[in-house]
């Protein structure tokens, strides 16, 4: 019999903001702006969070953890990441591997291993199943202009007995 398979990708995007922290993939990034947001700004891990709830089929990060809801303001988004994880595992469902993309004009970014093992841990996987890539759009653009930072998450999901 074969196994259950299913892809989800997600997007995020949050604008800086002076005097705040910059976290990506978890791991804190000297920048002089943060991301402004509800919780810790961490867009990587929003389209992670994204990605994985696509998937399986259950919306997006929004619906689970409402920016209405004040028990999320300044949470940390690996927080809301395991989580999710947990209740794929509880559903039957084991992330096979994750790609993510950071698009960014600013910082440079040289983070990008401390993040692919602080995700690969939260995820439950060897960290070569988790890859993470950084672009920037050449000045274009929100990001170009140094506005703000996006990422893109894809996944793949198999079917796992539950735990």
């Known amino acids: ?13 949050h604008r800086f903001e002076p005097g705040l922290r910059l976290v990506l993939g978890g791991v804190e990034i000297p920048h002089g702006q943060g991301l402004q947001a509800h919780s810790d700004g961490d867009v990587l891990i929003h389209a992670l969070c994204d990605a994985l709830l696509g998937a399986a089929g259950w919306g997006d990060i929004g619906r689970h ?13 690996r927080i809301l990441l395991r989580q999710v994880i947990e209740r794929l595992a509880s559903a039957g469902w084991g992330l096979v591997n994750a790609d993510l ?14 993040m692919r093992l602080c995700l690969a841990g939260d995820l439950r996987v060897d960290p070569q199943r ?17 506005e703000g930072v996006g990422a893109f998450a894809v996944v793949l999901l198999e079917e796992r007995p539950v735990e």
């Open 101 to 114: 993309t950071i698009v960014a004009q600013a910082p440079k970014l040289a983070h990008i291993e401390a």
């Open 1 to 13: 019999m074969m196994t259950e398979m299913r892809i989800g990708q997600g997007f995020d995007a």
């Open 65 to 77: 953890f409402p920016d209405s809801d004040p028990a999320y303001a300044g949470i940390d988004s």
């Open 130 to 146: 988790v890859n993470i890539k950084a672009t920037t759009t050449e000045g274009m653009g929100f990001t170009g202009r140094g």
